[in-house]
């Protein structure tokens, strides 16, 4: 839709950062750019050629590098109309990525998917605000499996997704090409693509107790199917004027898998069923009425009926019939390494959650974050001689003082201005696994099982 300008000779400076939001969650990126407008290039309301396009929400690609090499390092959108300095003869725009701008956007359809990976329901929730199967690779497996998926119309899609990727423990980010990428637990990063020491490290500094987690609880309501049965009844006759209709919306308490046609009967069976009479008061039997159309939501129905008589008619009663889901049963798990709360105190991470549904599934969570956060120092703030091939999620391998290993880069902070470029790395301390896998992994090997 877009033609795309450059603006390198006006460029002053320029801040990117990306960042995954920890625990196991989703990669969002934001930048900042100060252009030259001495002239008034940038001005809205004014004689610049683009003034009529100076506007919120502009696709804006960034790209850093030396000696006429740039790799791509953001795709996204202006948040709100320039910053002018007169002064200065300067315009800031502050940027959101894509992903960002989607996250805020509302889910304009209830939904209801039964037995989905994460990857196939994030597929579904993107295609719902506008996003295109070429936007999307979520090609990597899903290791956790939602028996009913259900969100309803209006839910913020960011809510929602973020939830999602906190129970499957994966990483949901957009690449500086701008396509939203699903990585499951076990598709990071190894092999470290850079090493750290003195030589090439500015400054450093190292986490405190506020990153610390040495106790987990978790919970997680399960849900299950249930047999058929009345989910609704109506409170109040509906007049359907002869030869005309007249529509009755059914409001569900719980989402429902399976909702039958209700067919006329004069009693009460067990099974859907609706009841029309000649008279309000529901004494006169009328067999002119049908239903003539139904629309079931997951939450709602909406049943349309239709009178061929040559009087009117009421709808006297309905009895709605089909398979709801409820709470059947609460997961409650907790995990805790005492020896970091012997040292630290009790620093406690709470999740609730509605899509874990094995208790395997959340001790396993427990026990990762556990493990992944109980010691002080994991974290690392580097301020090093930057490399703008650096990606969230890659590999390094630190020897600094004391701190010596392998650290996953979590968040990319560089900044361009003054003829000089900075970069900051924000690692999490990271042991490389190997994880098994059936017929290629060694019996007794040093391959681990995925918890």
Do not use: C
Request: net charge negative; no cysteine; charged share 20%.
């Amino acid at each position: 839709k877009y033609v795309y300008q450059d603006f390198t000779t006006r460029v002053i400076s320029i801040e990117v950062s990306r960042e995954e939001v920890e625990p196991y969650s989703v990669v969002q990126a934001m930048a900042d750019i100060t252009l030259d407008n001495h002239d008034g290039y940038f001005t809205p309301n004014s004689d610049s050629p683009i003034s009529s396009y100076i506007l919120p929400k502009r696709p804006t690609r960034i790209m850093l590098g030396f000696g006429g090499s740039n790799l791509p390092q953001f795709i996204g959108l202006t948040e709100q109309m320039p910053e002018l300095d007169k002064n200065a003869g300067t315009a800031k725009f502050h940027l959101t990525d894509f992903l960002s701008f989607l996250f805020d956007r509302k889910i304009d359809d209830s939904t209801m998917l039964q037995n989905q990976s994460t990857g196939q329901i994030l597929t579904v929730l993107f295609g719902l605000v506008g996003v295109l199967p070429a936007q999307l690779d979520f090609t990597a497996t899903s290791f956790n499996r939602v028996p009913f998926f259900y969100v309803e119309k209006g839910t913020v899609l960011g809510t929602v997704v973020r939830e999602l990727m906190e129970a499957e423990q994966g990483r949901l980010y957009m690449n500086e090409l701008g396509v939203i990428t699903f990585q499951n637990r076990q598709d990071f990063s190894t092999t470290p693509v850079m090493f750290f020491d003195k030589s090439n490290t500015i400054d450093y500094t190292t986490s405190g107790e506020d990153d610390i987690i040495n106790f987990v609880e978790l919970t997680s309501n399960i849900y299950t199917e249930q047999v058929s049965q009345s989910i609704w009844q109506s409170s109040e006759t509906t007049l359907v004027k002869a030869g005309s209709t007249a529509a009755v919306w059914a409001t569900l308490q719980d989402p429902a898998t399976l909702i039958t046609t209700p067919v006329y009967s004069d009693i009460k069976v067990g099974s859907s069923h609706f009841i029309t009479t000649e008279d309000v008061d529901g004494t006169i039997p009328n067999t002119s009425v049908t239903i003539s159309d139904i629309d079931k939501f997951a939450k709602s129905t909406k049943i349309t009926f239709s009178n061929g008589g040559s009087t009117d008619a009421y709808v006297y009663a309905i009895d709605l019939w089909g398979t709801p889901v409820k709470i059947s049963d609460t997961i409650l798990v907790e995990d805790l390494d005492q020896t970091s709360i012997d040292q630290f105190d009790e620093m406690r991470y709470t999740l609730e959650t509605k899509y874990i549904q094995k208790r395997s599934t959340a001790q396993s969570k427990a026990a990762i974050i556990i493990d992944d956060y109980k010691d002080i120092g994991s974290i690392l703030e580097v301020q090093v001689k930057g490399n703008m091939a650096l990606q969230i999620g890659d590999i390094v391998t630190v020897s600094l003082d004391s701190y010596n290993g392998n650290y996953a880069v979590k968040k990319i902070a560089q900044q361009m201005m003054d003829g000089g470029y900075r970069q900051k790395l924000t690692l999490k301390e990271r042991e490389a696994r190997l994880y098994f896998i059936l017929n290629q992994s060694l019996l007794n090997g040093t391959d681990v099982l995925s918890p």
